[in-house]
């Protein structure tokens, strides 16, 4: 369906700002910027107009026009940038202005994005990055979103796409020449190395998870007996007043989190209820949702209080082994007998050696080394397990080469989807409606 539509919307942040930006795409753009700006400026030049309202003549605003003619545009389509004063008032004006126009209305949230994808300037995997890269809170996380938004998945995907073409045509071929036994099965030996030098790729993918991590964050729980000083710890490492504390056992019921930028990496603490036997029905659904947390955790601090240290995590406590670490020792004489990093989230000792610890399990996690992770969220690690599958099935089909030539194409598809060019309808509202409008 082609885009009749002309949208507008601000693109820069809402609120008080020195300046706004509006961002207007579609095949009604030159004739709106003329009708505001009184004539299209040239191409890509940044040109300082009056905006006037086209209805009744009164200024507007006084700002910088840009006009970029389709298709050499982030749309593809005709576009233009107007950067006005920043107050709330003024982008309304213009904007209230430009609707008057026929055919020109307010942008959905991620329509600039999703004009760039229909209009072939993006593909999936890069507007998965420039999402991404909106919400990154850390360096780590904005290196990895622009790698992808740069391109890196669809480099990946487009040479896993060739092996498969490979392994097709030779599959094909098998099939074409099944009156001449020893070229149809040295066909097949040939479609079943390629195809299993591609499933060892992917395999090597499916098992690393930092991508994921460092998109999501690296999880870190607090857990511990009531009163260990979980809270305490939680506020020393935030450097403020996140959790309430209390000398009362019992205090946090609900999950508290923080996000915190540890050296560029995206470090996501959650302090949580403290763990005992009994309680009453608010503390035990807060155990319930400390335990929940801490199974899905990448690492589980068990916080040990130096003056009454003799309990134990419960036996299940996260998927790895939990990290002791010993607090308020303020308050006892020596703590240097326990195999446990010693702190006190009174007094700030030992907090910067624990950070240091949990610095290096973070960097651990988030960085494998080699070649950066082409699986950033849960969509690739689906496609690609699919795609692994039908490759496997392809190896294991024996004889019936019609099948097997199925499952490559199975395989394609899965990859294909990665870009976006195969069927994808069903996922395009969901990618897309992560961004906010103007983008
Ligand atoms: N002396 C000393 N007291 C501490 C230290 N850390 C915490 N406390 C005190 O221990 C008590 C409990 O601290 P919280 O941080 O509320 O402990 P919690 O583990 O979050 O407790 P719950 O939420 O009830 O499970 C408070 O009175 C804190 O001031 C410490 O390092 N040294
Ligand atoms: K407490
Ligand atoms: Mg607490």
Redesign the pocket.
């Known amino acids: 369906m082609p885009t009749t539509d002309t949208i507008i919307a601000l693109a820069s942040g809402q609120g008080r700002a020195a300046i706004a930006v509006l961002r207007i795409s579609g095949p009604g753009t030159r004739d709106l910027v003329t009708a505001l700006a009184g004539a299209l400026p040239a191409p890509r030049r940044a040109t300082l107009r009056r905006l006037t309202d086209p209805a009744t003549g009164s200024l507007l605003d006084r700002g910088l026009v840009l006009w970029f003619p389709g298709p050499a545009s982030f749309t593809g389509e005709d576009m233009a940038e107007l950067h006005i004063h920043g107050g709330r008032a003024v982008s309304q004006n213009v904007v209230n202005a430009s609707l008057t126009r026929e055919s020109v209305r307010l942008a959905e949230p991620g329509e600039f994005a999703s004009r760039a994808f229909e209009n072939g300037k993006l593909d999936l995997s890069a507007v998965e990055g420039l999402a991404d890269l909106i919400n990154a809170e850390t360096a780590a996380q904005a290196n990895q979103a622009l790698t992808q938004a740069e391109g890196s998945l669809r480099d990946r995907a487009t040479g896993w796409r060739e092996h498969i073409l490979r392994a097709q045509a030779l599959a094909e071929a098998s099939i074409d020449f099944s009156d001449e036994e020893d070229v149809a099965d040295d066909a097949m030996v040939q479609a079943k190395q390629e195809a299993s030098a591609l499933l060892q790729e992917l395999t090597a993918e499916l098992q690393k998870r930092s991508g994921e991590r460092l998109r999501e964050g690296f999880r870190i729980v607090i857990a ?1 007996p ?8 939680l506020n020393a490492i935030a450097a403020r007043d996140v ?1 309430i ?8 019921r609900d999950l508290v989190e923080v996000h915190l930028d540890l050296d560029g990496l995206p470090v996501i603490l959650t ?1 949580t ?2 763990l005992r036997e009994g309680g009453g029905e608010i503390e035990s659904e807060g155990m319930r949702r400390a335990l929940s947390r801490a199974s899905d955790a990448d690492l589980v601090l068990w ?1 040990i209080d130096a003056t009454d240290p003799q309990t134990d995590p419960p036996a299940d406590l996260g998927k790895l082994a939990p990290f002791p670490v010993l ?5 006892v004489a020596d703590a240097g007998a326990v195999e446990v990093l010693p ?5 700030g000792a030992g907090i910067g050696s624990l950070l240091d610890e949990i610095k290096r399990r973070a960097a651990d996690g988030l960085e494998e080394g080699g070649e950066p992770p082409a699986i950033t969220r849960a969509r690739h690690r689906t496609e690609i397990e699919a795609a692994a599958s039908a490759l496997q099935r392809f190896l294991n089909e024996e004889g019936e080469h019609e099948l097997a030539a199925e499952e490559l194409r199975i395989a394609a598809r899965h990859i294909g989807r990665l870009t976006g060019h195969i069927d994808v309808e069903e996922i395009l509202g969901a990618i897309f409606g992560e961004f906010c409008i103007g983008k």
């Open positions: 511990g009531p009163n260990a000083g979980k809270s305490s710890l959790a504390v209390s000398a009362e056992a019992g205090t946090t302090d209820a403290g916080l607090n308020k020792i303020d308050q702190i006190s989230a009174k007094t």
